[in-house]
């Protein structure tokens, strides 16, 4: 396999599935089995996961509600969500921990740093909830944040577009998508992979990020094994 240790990013919007709002179970449960086909190959997996399906700080601020209060509302959120990965993958047979930023002892760890790393030695998937416990965040910046403190191999962004491309291919026919991009060219052009503390975290630990189309089924699995699926941002 190509990595041994990836960090997988998944947004609450793609846990909705064809929903307007909350969790599909049927993309829970696809999503449950495209991770656990690339956890049977040996490769230590830890999730980091949205909740924009359910909450969002800035969309609080909109509505007059204190951006702080919004934002701790969207990492429960995201909580909420990891406990549903966290039920689906463990319905397929693989051992999980659910590990969060805010401490909440009766629902999930406290996230700590070795002992997530020791999770994964184990063989265990470690999902981390609650972004980084602090507002002003968001489930990218933790994504990047978590990954570098776990020694992961790479960002993988699952998202509904297969790469990045050179606009945006829902409105633009035009567009291309680039095979791999430098994380400056991203800078320059302006392209759109992640807020810009998730980007530079990512840049200035040299940890690539591939943004890759997490509903295709299999695509997972080829990323892993090698074969060329997304954009490769390094
Ligand atoms: N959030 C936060 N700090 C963090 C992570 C998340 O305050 O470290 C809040 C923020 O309000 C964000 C919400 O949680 O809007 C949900 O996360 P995000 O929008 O990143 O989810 P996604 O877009 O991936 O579904």
Do not use: W
Not at 89 to 116: D, H, N, W
Request: aromatic share 8%; with cysteine.
């Amino acid at each position: 396999m190509k990595y041994q240790r990836i960090l997988l990013k998944l947004s609450g919007e793609a846990l909705m599935g064809n929903q307007p709002y909350g969790i599909d179970p049927e993309r829970i449960q696809q999503y449950a089995q495209e991770i656990k086909r690339v956890k049977d190959t040996g490769v230590e997996v830890a999730i980091v996961i949205g909740g924009g399906n359910i909450f969002r700080g800035v969309q609080a601020q909109n509505s007059g509600m204190d951006r702080v209060q919004g934002d701790y509302m969207g990492m429960l959120a995201t909580v909420i969500n990891g406990m549903a990965l966290q039920s689906a993958l463990e319905q397929t047979g693989v051992y999980t921990r659910l590990m969060s930023g805010i401490k909440m002892e009766q629902v999930c760890e406290p996230f700590i740093r070795r002992r997530a790393i020791r999770h994964l030695e184990k063989g265990r998937i470690v999902i981390f909830g609650a972004g980084i416990g602090n507002p002003y965040f968001t489930t990218d910046s933790t994504a990047s944040l978590r990954a570098i403190e776990i020694e992961a191999d790479v960002v993988l962004k699952g998202t509904r577009v297969d790469g990045v491309y050179t606009a945006d291919p829902e409105k633009d026919p035009t567009a291309k998508r680039f095979s791999t991009i430098t994380f400056s060219e991203v800078y320059q052009k302006k392209l759109n992979v992640m807020d810009m503390t998730a980007f530079t975290l990512c840049q200035e630990n040299n940890l690539p990020i591939i943004v890759f189309d997490m509903n295709k089924p299999g695509n997972l699995f080829n990323l892993i094994s090698g074969q060329e699926v997304g954009t490769l941002i390094n």
